[in-house]
């Protein structure tokens, strides 16, 4: 286990990887293209607070984000830099929702799990699972 993280938090972000990971898996097999997209969407969230938990507490994390969105200087800190980008993509996405293509919602949410759980492996110091497999794109 990484001396940063403590067990609390490094169980609460893989269970919420595992259920980012699991809400994919919904937002793949559902036939109706919104569900899929409403599905996809709530992974992308739940891996964005897998890697708050992963960093810290996620209530003063989502705020320091917010307070890093509202600044209009650019930061030069790599890793919130980081955050602001997913939150501003999960943020585009959701307004987006209702013209969001299923194909699309799943390629970007498979991204984010991606990218969470190599936060995640990173913080914690071993593997999560494998990653979330490819999606089938329409020929």
């Given amino acids: 286990m990484s001396i940063l993280m403590d ?3 490094r169980g609460w972000a893989l269970r919420y990887l595992r259920e980012a990971r699991t809400e994919f898996v919904k937002a793949e097999e559902n036939p109706i293209p919104s569900v899929s997209v409403s599905f996809a969407l709530v992974s992308m969230k739940k891996a964005q607070t897998a890697i708050y938990y992963s960093l810290g507490d996620p209530e003063q994390l989502s705020f320091i984000v917010s307070e890093a969105m509202r600044e209009k200087e650019r930061t030069k800190n790599a890793l919130m830099l980081l955050l602001v980008q997913i939150e501003q993509f999960i943020h585009n996405n959701s307004e987006m929702a209702e013209t969001l293509k299923k194909d699309v919602a799943l390629r970007e949410a498979k991204q ?11 913080m914690i110091g071993k593997s999560t699972t494998e990653p979330v497999k490819d999606v089938s794109m329409p020929s």
């Avoid at 984010?112 to 990173?122: K, N, W």
């Fill in 112 to 122: 984010l799990v991606d990218i969470a759980s190599g936060i995640v492996e990173l």
């Fill in 7 to 9: 067990e609390y938090r």
